[in-house]
């Protein structure tokens, strides 16, 4: 259990590449925290310099009271499940799990204690004896898990532990994860590029980009509200559709009241309708280039008049509409979101 | 692939007998001329069936030796010959995993200096440094030793090599997950990285050690004391030494008698051996 403190963590490689430029970032004792972004932007390195498996070129970072800068990551206090779980294949499972409590010198019954305990949160105490080849992916996930588990440490580094999983059990994973989590209460850094785990997981949400934080804040405050356009386009699937200012008022659709400095609207694709809400701010003109019907919803891809970008809409169900038949879209104010193009950010 | 093509068939099979017979025949004379009686060699005329003093030939190479042939008893020669390829695969291993080891997971100063210079003994195999190294053995004192035999054949590159490819094959996450887990270098090198290399270690160990085995020029050099003779030596000694004809049957007996340690070592250690050379799997 511990708090652990960023405090202005840069990364600078030996060739002079940067990939953290100063991330500060306070995660409280028991926080699931997930770090999100595109490839390259830096939440590997971020988590590895956590890990200890990178030096910190600058900054300091404190995990429970301790400024562990400089600690080897044995001495850390912290687990890590990695991406391809890097079992070590010429031991048992047992032995997977133990090797880490050996080293430490814990005595022989409290390293079996762990390993039945962990074995069984895990549902793997059947497998103890085989060698990880025997083992279905799902089941390598959970020895891997386990290894961290036993430890007991003070802090869960997950790289992104599910993605070499197909996709139902990912899911399945994904949710036990989040109960274990929660059960024991452990602060926990997930690194992950698949915004709906991040969605789903996260008491708090991190999206980075090259190497920043473009913003901190629950799910679904990023969701409701995306402080800048990368964040906009980065969270919600399918992405949020933008608009420019200049287009809508040359179809003299501009919304009113939007605030001072707004060139660009964003508008998700769930809030985009077919028909007329109560109070429509703004009606779009554009014919059904594809509908793509997806089980409980549908996505429409309308392509506007006079431009080439297509607009996404979702809406329940299998919509009677045509490819190639003219649509008006509609869309409330209240689910505009307005930016700036040049700043990226938010207008209000 | 062809399927159902008797006549490529055919040729194939007819080029493969041919092939396994131009290996096999000599081996075969040699197993044939063991068992004959003195002086049938020097006859002229090579006998093809198995003669009938076997058992007496035998005998004699083994219990007695022939030292007017010069050539001492051959339980002596094959031990010599068997440690010497003992302490040449087990160095050479040790030695390599060790800087294989340094070279694949150490930053250190002139890395890629070293890597090279590694590099360069593969090009520098006993017989073309024959002169210095034989001056350094017996400056050290080594001639007619084992230290003398083995040491200066120990370093490999080629081993160095064939494990430094192992290791980078390892996983980087590996070594990452061991760091967490809280072992330092030496601790993953024990405790992961060699279980891991063991059919590699098991490959390497048949072909060092009939390289060692096989040995000729270097043990010829180094030694003149017969207590330190090894095999291959001696059967050179019985061709060459003592005053009479080549006692031919019993050289050829002797021959036998030499192959078979390697024989034996390829026979037990063949399921790990190949499983070293073709076995991909982590």
């Not at chain 1, 799902?138 to 070499?164: H, T």
């Amino acid at each position: 259990m511990a708090r652990i403190v960023m405090d202005d963590l840069h990364k600078v490689y030996p060739g002079g590449v940067k990939a953290v430029t100063g991330i500060s970032l306070d995660i409280a004792d028991g926080e699931m925290i997930v770090l999100v972004g595109p490839s390259g932007c830096g939440k590997s390195t971020l988590l590895r310099m956590v890990a200890g498996l990178e030096t910190i070129t600058g900054g300091t970072l404190t995990i429970g009271e301790r400024v562990v800068n400089q600690l080897e990551p044995a001495d850390r206090d912290i687990a890590m499940v990695f991406q391809n779980y890097a079992l070590y294949p010429h031991m048992t499972v047992y032995n997977n799990l133990a090797y880490g409590l050996r080293n430490k010198g814990v005595p022989k019954p409290e390293i079996d204690r762990r390993v039945q305990e962990a074995a069984g949160m895990l549902q793997i105490a059947d497998y103890l004896d085989r060698k990880p080849r025997a083992l279905s992916g799902g089941q390598r996930q959970r020895v891997a898990m386990g290894r961290a588990l036993v430890r007991e440490p003070a802090a869960f580094l997950f790289d992104e532990p599910l993605s070499n999983l197909d996709a139902k059990l990912r899911v399945q994973m994904r949710v036990e994860i989040r109960q274990l989590q929660k059960r024991l209460g452990t602060t926990s850094l997930y690194v992950t590029h698949d915004q709906l785990e991040a969605l789903t997981l996260a008491d708090r949400l991190v999206v980075l980009n090259g190497g920043q934080i473009e913003q901190v804040g629950t799910p679904m405050e990023l969701y409701r509200r995306p402080g800048t356009v990368f964040v906009a386009g980065f969270i919600g699937s399918p992405a949020m559709n933008m608009i420019d200012m200049a287009y809508l008022r040359d179809r003299g659709a501009a919304p009113p009241a939007l605030p001072a400095g707004t060139d660009l609207v964003g508008v998700r694709p769930d809030d985009l309708s077919l028909t007329p809400g109560e109070s429509p701010a703004m009606a779009l003109r554009g014919t059904v280039a594809l509908l793509e019907p997806a089980g409980a919803e549908s996505h429409i891809y309308v392509t506007l008049d006079g431009n080439a970008q297509p607009i996404t809409v979702r809406v329940p169900g299998l919509p009677e509409v045509a490819e190639g038949a003219a649509v008006v879209l509609h869309a409330p104010l209240e689910a505009l979101h307005p930016f700036n193009s040049a700043s990226g950010k938010r207008t209000g | 692939m062809v399927e159902n093509d008797r006549f490529g068939s055919l040729l194939a099979h007819l080029i493969l007998i041919l092939g396994v017979a131009a290996v096999v025949f000599p081996v075969y004379v040699a197993v044939i001329a063991s068992t004959h009686a003195p002086g049938t060699f020097l006859q002229g005329v090579m006998p093809l069936l198995p003669g009938s003093h076997a058992i007496e030939n035998y005998r004699t190479v083994i219990f007695e030796g022939r030292a007017q042939a010069g050539a001492p008893p051959i339980g002596l020669m094959l031990w010599n010959s068997f440690v010497m390829a003992m302490m040449i695969a087990v160095g050479k291993i040790a030695i390599s995993l060790l800087s294989a080891f340094a070279i694949v997971y150490f930053r250190f100063r002139f890395r890629i200096f070293f890597f090279w210079v590694i590099f360069l003994t593969l090009m520098l195999p006993v017989e073309v440094r024959i002169v210095p190294t034989y001056a350094v053995v017996a400056n050290l004192g080594l001639l007619n030793s084992y230290a003398g035999l083995s040491i200066p054949l120990i370093a490999s590159a080629t081993a160095t090599f064939l494990f430094r490819q192992f290791f980078m094959t390892v996983p980087e996450e590996m070594l990452e997950a061991a760091r967490v887990d809280g072992a330092g270098p030496m601790k993953f090198f024990k405790d992961i990285l060699l279980p891991l290399s063991i059919t590699n270690i098991a490959a390497m160990f048949v072909i060092m050690f009939i390289y060692g085995w096989n040995q000729y020029l270097w043990p010829l050099l180094v030694t003149n004391d017969e207590r330190y003779y090894t095999v291959v030596m001696g059967i050179q000694r019985m061709v060459t030494g003592g005053d009479s004809e080549p006692l031919w049957h019993l050289v050829m007996a002797t021959v036998v008698m030499a192959a078979l340690p390697p024989i034996l070592v390829i026979l037990f250690m063949q399921r790990l051996f190949v499983k070293g050379l073709v076995e991909t799997e982590k």
